[in-house]
T-cell receptor, first 114, second 110 residues
Framework: SAVISQKPSRDICQRGTSLTIQCQVD?????MFWYRQQPGQSLTLIAT?????????ESGFVIDKFPISRPNLTFSTLTVSNMSPEDSSIYLC???????????FGPGTRLTVL | ELKVEQNPLFLSMQEGKNYTIYCNYS?????LYWYRQDPGKSLESLFV?????AVKQEGRLMASLDTKARLSTLHITAAVHDLSATYFC??????????FGPGTRLSVLP
C-alpha cells in the first residue's frame, strides 16, 4: 500500500477565490487521480494526473476550472479556481502503485465555499 | 458507458442479523473493489476481487464476484455496531478508470 497525505485537510473559502490542494505519497506511484465527493454522494473522477504532461480530464471537468500539476512520481496538486458554493465538496487524491490494480485514497480535503 | 448500481442504498439492521449488499455493473469487467467510508473520513479498501468466482472474507464481511452475472455481493454476518458506515463498490472497466457505485449507507442498531 501507499501512505498518502493531503494539505489542507479542510478550508473555508470565499466565492471567486482559488484553492490549491496538495497530495504527497510516500513512494513512487504509477498513477494519481483526483476525485470529488459532493455531500452525501459517491465519488466522481475529476482527472488523472500525468507526470510531466497535461492531466486527462473526465467529461464535465475542464482544465481552466481544475488545473492539475504532477511534477514527479510522488506529488500532485489540484487547484479549484474561481470557486462557487457548488464547489463545496471533499476532494480526494488516490494512487495506484506499479503492478497493482488497487487504488488507495488520501484523507481528503473538505472544502466549503461561502 | 460503465454504470455501477448498488442495492440497497440505505440499510438499517439490528445487531446479530445477516444481510447482503448487491453491486451490479453494466459492462464486462473482471475487477471489482469494495471500500468502506466512515463519516467524515476517507475510503478504506476492504476487498479486491480480480476474477470470476473470487471470494474473500475478513471478519464478519465476505465479498464475492460473478463476472458472468456482472454482480458482486458483500455479505454481513452477525452485524455489530462497528460495521456502521457507507460501503462503496467500484468497477475497473477495461480501458477505463474506476467507476463507483452510489454507496450503501449501513446503520447497525443495538
Amino acid at each position: 500500500s501507499a501512505v498518502i497525505s493531503q494539505k489542507p485537510s479542510r478550508d473555508i473559502c470565499q466565492r471567486g477565490t482559488s484553492l490549491t490542494i496538495q497530495c504527497q505519497v510516500d513512494s513512487q506511484v504509477t498513477m494519481m487521480f483526483w476525485y470529488r465527493q459532493q455531500p452525501g454522494q459517491s465519488l466522481t473522477l475529476i482527472a488523472t494526473a500525468n507526470q510531466g504532461s497535461e492531466a486527462t480530464y473526465e467529461s464535465g471537468f475542464v482544465i481552466d476550472k481544475f488545473p492539475i500539476s504532477r511534477p514527479n512520481l510522488t506529488f500532485s496538486t489540484l487547484t479549484v479556481s474561481n470557486m462557487s458554493p457548488e464547489d463545496s465538496s471533499i476532494y480526494l487524491c488516490s494512487v495506484r502503485t506499479s503492478g497493482s490494480f488497487e487504488q488507495f485514497f488520501g484523507p481528503g480535503t473538505r472544502l466549503t465555499v461561502l | 458507458e460503465l454504470k455501477v448500481e448498488q442495492n440497497p442504498l440505505f440499510l438499517s439492521m439490528q445487531e446479530g442479523k445477516n444481510y447482503t449488499i448487491y453491486c451490479n455493473y453494466s459492462t464486462t469487467s473482471d475487477r471489482l473493489y469494495w471500500y468502506r467510508q466512515d463519516p467524515g473520513k476517507s475510503l478504506e479498501s476492504l476487498f479486491v476481487l480480480l476474477s470470476n468466482g473470487a471470494v474473500k472474507q475478513e471478519g464478519r464481511l465476505m465479498a464475492s464476484l460473478d463476472t458472468k452475472a456482472r454482480l458482486s455481493t458483500l455479505h454481513i454476518t452477525a452485524a455489530v455496531h462497528d460495521l456502521s458506515a457507507t460501503y462503496f463498490c467500484a468497477v475497473d472497466g477495461y480501458g477505463q478508470n474506476f467507476v463507483f457505485g452510489p454507496g450503501t449507507r449501513l446503520s447497525v442498531l443495538p
